[in-house]
């Protein structure tokens, strides 16, 4: 099978920065699309940033200029630096992937989640 193990998380005081990294594993043929999404308290989970394997990117309005995704493709890892953070950036991240699964196909996998709190 596969999984996505997420880290990086944790508590930032407004404007500090935090790396998220997601990590895929198991029969892994290749990746498609890696994404970062976000949910916060009483909200629906929400795109934050998108790297297809074309090397296409998107962010959300709200985290342009801010944030920034990158792949390692060796690794099968996707980040996410978060910079200038403010407190609305506060919720859980969950990191997404399009996988093509030998002997299985294409589905899409979810991490965890972690948690990035924004202090003001």
């Known amino acids: 099978q596969v999984q996505l193990v997420e880290s990086g998380g944790g508590l930032v005081q407004a404007e500090g920065s935090l790396r998220l990294s997601c990590a895929a594993s198991?029969?892994?043929?290749?990746?498609?699309?890696m994404g970062w999404y976000r949910q916060a308290p009483g909200k629906q989970r929400e795109l934050v940033a998108l790297?297809?394997?074309?090397?296409?990117?998107n962010y959300a309005d709200s985290v342009k200029g801010r944030f920034t995704i990158s792949r390692d493709n060796a690794k099968n890892t996707v980040y996410l630096q978060m910079n200038s953070l403010k407190p609305e950036d506060t919720a859980v991240y969950y990191c997404s992937a399009r996988i093509i699964v030998l002997h299985t196909g294409v589905k899409d996998y979810w991490g965890q989640g972690t948690q990035v709190t924004v202090s003001s």
């Open positions: 198991g029969s892994i043929f290749s990746i498609s699309a």
């Open positions: 790297d297809t394997s074309g090397g296409s990117t």
